[in-house]
């Protein structure tokens, strides 16, 4: 049965298994840039230095034409140069900042008239860094009753086999569930060991965008129940084209949505549907009743963060670099999490008191502060779409059990590695005592 589930998800993904595999090979120009510093962080005041080699064919490139700017990360670059490399290497004097925060050092070669990119990220006292989002006084009372008036509402779980997706081990099925508010539907792929017993659970929530999901059969082959969800209240298992419609059409932009109204914002319904995830897998008779943990990626690690601030049935969380972080970092002069509301064409139409406030009742720092389960973390100091200091001001408002797995040089991407120890951390956790 795994042949045919590869087969059914490389017709479906095609287009994008392109992409996916042209991104997987090094350019035959590389831009190599690294701190003096091997791990990345300095102290404030300390000045960093960085090392440039352009390489073709894994040699120096002889006289190119190099562009470069130096900057605290996503704002205005503090010192900016374009120069020809006669032996294609280069030292910078990055300089320092006086503040908690990243500092970021990019370079642009221009090589028989294509451009290529190279960066890297450094941190001042990371671990220094506070938020700028308030915390409301009725924050805990707003959640409250937005769960109670969840609880209200009847699960009404339906449930259909998938059968080309069923593995030897594991039946997939398509699960929908009532959500909130009342009427509407969440949809999620549901995982389940076929030899009978109790098992441990793991929560999977979605990164942003609007697309399929397949289910995580892997982690449910090595013994748990894994149920991953989507946000947008539409089956899973539909025509690509369908959801590139939605992409494109009703639900572009989603993220935006009455930002200005916190009781109809449109992360209301998406947050309060990843407690109705785990209210449907304490429904199975099948699940242990202990033994949960959440994950997910820049969205889903937003989402993960604030379902086991939400919901004390959660027990462990397993993090990949967290969008809504900070979102209100641009507003004092630096990088605010993504989807970076306050930031260029965005700043006029949303720098208003109405949006600032609601910011405060969905930024994941305020979900973060209020953790009360370990955790582990990664993400890497190159990231763009979550900056690293929007990450740092919620990580350091974490004061249950926590770990921080750095891949220093990844943007908004992992290494297999990553994958692999937060897998492991998960599993140890769940199939534990």
Not at 225 to 233: A, C, N, S, Y
Request: glycine share 10%.
């Amino acid at each position: 049965m795994k042949i045919y589930r590869w087969i059914f998800w490389m017709l479906i993904l095609l287009p994008f298994h392109f992409v996916s595999a042209q991104r997987s090979f090094d350019p035959m120009v590389r831009i190599i840039v690294g701190p003096d510093h091997t791990d990345w962080v300095y102290k404030r005041g300390e000045k960093a230095q960085f090392s440039v080699t352009i390489l073709e064919f894994g040699n120096p490139l002889k006289n190119v034409a190099v562009y470069y700017e130096v900057g605290p990360e996503r704002m205005k670059p503090s010192k900016k140069d374009s120069l020809m490399l006669p032996k294609g290497v280069l030292k910078i004097d990055g300089g320092t900042m006086k503040v908690p925060g990243f500092l970021r050092c990019r370079i642009v070669a221009t090589v028989e008239g294509k451009e290529y990119e190279g960066i890297a990220t450094v941190g001042f006292d990371p671990l220094d860094i506070q938020p700028t989002i308030e915390d409301p006084s009725d924050f805990d009372a707003f959640w409250k009753q937005a769960k109670t008036e969840l609880s209200e509402i009847p699960i009404d779980a339906r449930i259909t086999l998938m059968p080309s997706r069923c593995s030897e081990k594991v039946n997939v099925f398509q699960v929908s569930m009532q959500n909130y508010p009342a009427m509407t539907r969440l949809y999620g792929i549901l995982c389940m060991p076929k030899k009978e017993g109790r098992y441990p659970a793991l929560l999977r929530v979605p990164g942003a965008g609007v697309y399929p999901l397949e289910g995580d059969v892997d982690m449910a082959e090595h013994g748990l129940i894994t149920l991953e969800i989507g946000i947008h209240g539409i089956p899973l298992d539909m025509d690509t084209g369908v959801y590139s419609n939605l992409r494109w059409g009703a639900l572009k932009g989603y993220m935006n949505y009455n930002l200005d109204d916190r009781d109809h914002f449109y992360f209301k319904h998406v947050y309060l549907g990843c407690v109705r995830a785990v209210d449907y897998i304490f429904s199975l008779p099948q699940f242990d009743g202990t033994h949960i943990a959440v994950t997910g990626g820049s969205q889903g690690g937003a989402l993960s963060i604030v379902t086991a601030g939400l919901d004390p049935r959660i027990r462990w969380l397993a993090v990949y670099f967290p969008a809504l972080c900070d979102l209100t970092g641009d507003l004092k002069g630096r990088a605010g999490g993504w989807p970076h509301y306050f930031e260029g064409k965005k700043l006029n139409f949303n720098n208003k008191k109405d949006k600032i406030q609601v910011c405060g009742y969905y930024d994941v720092v305020n979900f973060a502060r209020r953790l009360k389960v370990p955790g582990i973390y990664t993400w890497g100091y190159n990231d763009d779409t979550c900056p690293p200091t929007s990450m740092y001001a919620a990580y350091n408002m974490i004061t249950s059990p926590k770990d921080l797995f750095l891949a220093l040089e990844t943007g908004h991407w992992e290494y297999p590695e990553q994958k692999e120890k937060l897998d492991n951390w998960l599993l140890s956790k769940l199939n534990g005592p």
